[in-house]
């Protein structure tokens, strides 16, 4: 291992101890609603570990994970060193101390807010300084990101960045524009009200603000995956890349279309007039179309690995393709089960439709299907094909890597599909027991919030499995002479010399900051301008 | 850029299916009037209980025959815990919280609203199928969110 892996090595690892952590309170979740005794068990507990394991997955593990990751794509298939390399390192530190800070308030029970600290609930402040540290930091490393490739473009005049890089560029703007809203939220509404600096918070402004970030946030995470997907898996196939430029697009189409959205979490809100929601509909409705040309490519491409393998037929290549690697596995499974996520959200965002799923079961199902799998799992299967590049060591235990993935997939199945169910039967989400005092509608949940349970014990092991194999292989792991080389996929067709109208950043972030002026500024105005009653905040917990 | 046949079909096929789902969308955002509840009127959550709107909670019929139902969700229960409506009558849940954000969602209804201090929230449904109901707080207010819950008992229209 040289030195430049250490940087993206030491993020990967406080990924994947957030990740053990939030899954050891997964199950628990699963089980209480379940109602399954276990020791220890009471509601100020599951409070907390829901808030722990919100925070832990969605903000600390994809954080670290994406931003270990950049570091590897930015000077892999740029193929030179990062700028800034001190303030990479100074940004790891910032994130982590107050990822430390946030978690060690959280365990203490003092801030049992959950992931999405709406107020007037109120954390301690460690809670909302500790995450204002973890977006500090992370925007430390979108300076890195873009510094490196500005350096690459001096040296390259003309040329477009390759792919890999031009969608971590992507992620970099989307996370840069998400992330104002829930800097204003947390430093200029929460953390003085927290002090007790300011007396009140308008609730309704709060979660505005919070979804202006929530909702691009999910393509944070979204985007790397697709890179994934785009560059990386066509060629661990063993084909090739099926379009190169309409990759790009779709690209570009996250960048001007993801932030403008965030008014579909919060359909059921009062003060928010019914217009500006169904202007974010139609753009999250929009969103989709960028997916679907992403499921085209990325199985025209491996239809292209499995023919090239010798693959014939209608559906003979599937065949051929290389099902015993786990990052092909993982990231294949990933997609299939992206593909019913994506049905479920759309639902979600059905304006009207969203009176039967909101804040119900439903929901959890639906963002595990697509965090919790489309991402995680693809961050999972990178993780098989990291390592062994970035330690210089053989994957250990390979046959749980190789496992792992069908587990996940199999829990999944199990919970997911099971909340769905539950929800659409009006089981309210996050709930601790839902006995409901024996009420003939609670009754009905009983029998898929087992298998919701069940689903969560495989889900736990599918976990502790792709733990086993990172520290195994970190520890164990038998050092190889020649590591394999970080490559990524060629396209069928080569990429024009020149830079295109879809390379053009400034441009496409130009239109998408437009889209949320109008998108946010002219409802937040008329927000404002309301007479509004701020609340104090409560500790309920 | 070089865009194969194949492709351009699923494009088209993409589009056209996402203007059918914004189509069916805005039909019945249009036609039949399906709105999410997203009522604009605030009020002071330090005040709510002597406010002329929410000093008395409970149903009341009015002169044209719709029900009115004021609310309060608060940590953790539903004021009034028990509320009886006509069946086939178009009732309004008009709903504040003077605490922390609360759901009112009627489970097995269409009936579901978050309930935010300094806002009131208003749902208008009716209820053809009479029965009990459950209502549950959906959005997490403390350590007493899965006891929030209250009745909806649906009378038979004499």
Known sequence: ?541 | MKVYLYEKIWMWGSALLIVAFLGSLLATTFGLGIRPPSHVETIDPKAVRTDPRFAASGVTVRPDGSVRVVALAQIWAFVPNEIRVPAGRPVTFRVTSPDVLHGFQIVGTNVNAMVAPGYVSQVTTTFHRPGEYLIVCNEYCGLGHHVMAGKLIVEAAP
């Open chain 1, 1 to 541: 291992m040289n030195r430049a892996q250490r940087l993206p090595l030491a993020h990967l690892w406080v990924a994947f101890a957030a990740f053990g952590l939030a899954s050891l309170m997964a199950v628990m979740q699963a089980m209480s609603r379940a109602e399954v005794q276990l020791p220890a068990r009471t509601a100020a507990i599951y409070y907390l570990s829901v808030t722990a394991h919100g925070v832990l997955t969605a903000l600390v593990f994809t954080t670290f994970f994406i931003m270990g990751f950049g570091y590897v794509i930015a000077r892999t298939a740029l193929r030179r060193p990062l700028v800034g390399e001190g303030v990479a390192w100074a940004s790891f530190w910032i994130a982590l101390i107050g990822t430390l800070l946030a978690t060690l308030v959280i365990v203490l029970g003092k801030a049992s807010v959950l992931y999405t600290f709406y107020p007037p609930l109120q954390a301690h402040p460690g809670f909302y300084i500790g995450a204002a540290l973890l977006v500090i930091g992370s925007w430390g490393w979108c300076w890195v990101m873009v510094r490196t490739y500005r350096a690459w473009r001096r040296d390259n005049s003309g040329a477009p960045a390759p792919l890999a890089m031009h969608g971590l560029l992507a992620t970099v703007i989307v996370w840069i524009l998400a992330t104002i809203g829930v800097a204003i939220e947390v430093v200029v509404l929460l953390i003085p009200w927290s002090l007790g600096i300011t007396k009140t918070v308008d609730p309704i402004l709060a979660r505005a603000l919070f979804w202006w970030f929530g909702h691009p946030l999910v393509y944070f995470w979204l985007l790397p995956a697709y890179v994934a997907w785009y560059t990386i898996l066509p060629r661990e196939a063993g084909g090739k890349l099926f379009s190169d430029p309409l990759a790009r697009v779709v690209f570009v189409l996250f960048i001007v279309l993801s932030t403008p959205v965030g008014f579909h979490h919060q359909f059921m809100d009062p003060g928010i007039p019914a217009g500006w929601k169904l202007f974010h509909t139609v753009n999250t409705f929009a969103i989709l179309f960028p997916s679907f040309l992403t499921a085209f490519t990325v199985i025209a491409s491996l239809e292209v690995a499995g023919r090239m393998r010798g693959g014939r037929g209608l559906f003979g290549w599937l065949g051929k393709l290389p099902w015993g690697e786990p990052l092909f596995t993982s990231v294949v499974l990933a997609m299939t089960i992206f593909a019913v996520g994506g049905f479920s959200g759309a639902v979600n965002a059905g304006y009207g439709m969203n009176a039967m799923v909101h804040n119900t079961a439903w929901v959890q199902g639906h963002f595990h299907l697509t965090v919790g799998s489309a991402v995680a799992l693809t961050f999972m299967g990178l993780t098989y094909w990291l390592l062994p590049r970035l330690l210089g060591r053989e994957l250990k235990f390979p046959a749980f890597a190789q496992v792992q993935p069908w587990l996940w997939f199999v829990g999944m199945m199990f919970f997911a599909v099971a909340n769905h169910v539950t929800g659409l039967l009006g089981m309210p989400r996050r709930v601790y027991d839902p006995a409901y005092f024996g009420a003939a509608a609670a009754r009905a949940w009983a029998p898929w919030t087992a298998v919701s349970a069940a689903g969560g014990v495989i889900l736990f092991v599918s976990a502790m499995s792709f733990l086993l194999v990172a520290v195994g292989t970190a520890l164990w792991g038998k050092r190889m002479a020649s590591p394999p080389e970080i490559a990524y996929a060629e396209p069928l067709e080569p990429v024009p010399p020149r830079r295109s109208l879809w390379d053009r950043f400034g441009l496409w972030t130009v239109l998408a900051v437009l889209l949320v002026l109008i998108a946010y500024g002219l409802p937040l105005f008329g927000l404002l301008r309301l007479e509004r009653f701020g609340s104090p905040g409560f500790k309920p917990f």
